[in-house]
């Protein structure tokens, strides 16, 4: 069976088309830059916990924990709201590509040296953040979902973190 | 709506007969169900796939995955990590299903004379079957619980076993014997369960953490063990295998394979070793991951407004300690797709 040859107007069409829904379905990377962690920052100081489960990725870091399971990511973000974790007052101290040995900022351990290997994208950065309710790494990255960097892991600096 | 029907049954029908010939198959899955492979990538846990050696399946809130096998059906409730892995016995291999998290409901298949029975159970508790159904749950602080609704299980921790009928019970504190049996009518619910396990673990996190401990060091003396017979056997049957050459020159070949056969069982003793340790390994590192690390989770966020807290350092303390000895102990073991 042959079928009729295409012509140049519709082919045309057709190719606008393709280029048009690979724009439209292709994620991209977000640029993770001081605005893009005040975007997170000003979830938290919301409360909106679950646009932040949204957001955080799995398996996710909590200082040198890696924790796998879908339901923690929403236990953790509701948790720090209850416990009036608001980030007023928080300023950005320092932006640090998560490369390299950045892993230690995080904990200098195998297991999370690996977890940067293998979980965190190329674009990964680490904010940290100093709030009136303590000090604090952000590590985001990733595809932008709803114009947000997703968060990888959470380290609070102000602890007993390994 | 018949024409649907038959096609459903027929689906149905293609998708057993598949899963009881080859590796596990999910035949439902809903929520938030997703597999874990053992690159530490993961993919939606849909419906006709199949599952493999070294993989988790985790379920989130609302998610709910059944797994068929030649073992039996497997059905995971919400909230849920349960791992496939590869055990052996007397040098057979056998499939080993591990509850790390949550509840799973097993309807296990009776197994054919002669044939090995898979492993069952939980991360602090193993259970012996014989063609029955039971439930296994695991809690937030890495208790066990085995409840049998028909055959009969027999539940061995540290050592000591318990068998159980149907309607029968028990329950499982890590690094501990299996408590008094008991009968029970209707089922526990896992969350009411769980969360008491999880409030008692608040209550005594230095406890409780010193039982995990209990459990991991059970696993790492096993590992340490395994290790030293498995190197000395490897070695030797190393060295004698690298002098068949020389005997096939001098005495020639029946000579050389008279005694390759001589020294192949020491090397199969190895290669049945190195499965019990990767095994052993798998185990612990599943506990290190959804016991160990969640019991951190949980305290980290409980004590978030008072890091200065005497409860709160004695755990971080003894959390440190467990998992440097963790680390030391199962470091050459573990690869980087564990993680």
Known sequence: MKFPPVRRPARAAIAAAVIALAAFSCESLVKVDENEVDKVVALVRAGDA???????????????????LPGDAGILWRN??????????TRLVRLTPAGGDAYKLFADTWEVSVFFKKYVPPNGMIAEIRSDSGAYLLLLGGYALDGYARIIGLKILDGGAP | MRRTAAVLILATVIVSSLAAQSNPLIIYSEGEALVQDAKGGRRSAAIGTFVYVDETLITGRGGRIQLQSRDGVFDMSENTAFKLMQAQTKGKKQNAYVVALGRVSMKMRKVAAGGTPPRLGSTTAAAGVKGTELDVYEGADGSSLILVTEGEVEVESQGKTVTLAANEGV?????????????FSEFIDYSKWNQNKLEEMMKDPVGSLKLVEAELNGYMKKIETMDVEYKEKIEWFKNEFSKLDEIEKTQGKEARYKRYHEISPIGNEASYLAIDIRFQTIMALSLRRFVLGRMYFFIKLKYINNYSDKTYIAFMTEYRSILQTFTTVTQSHVVDQDI
Not at chain 1, 80 to 89: F, N, P, S, Y
């Open chain 1, 50 to 68: 679950a646009r932040l489960e949204k957001l955080t990725a799995l398996p996710f870091l909590l200082d040198g924990e890696i924790i796998a």
């Open chain 1, 80 to 89: 720090l709201k209850a416990a009036g974790v608001t980030l007023a007052g």
């Open chain 2, 171 to 183: 329950e499982v504190t890590p690094g501990r014997a299996p408590g008094a049996k008991y009968t």
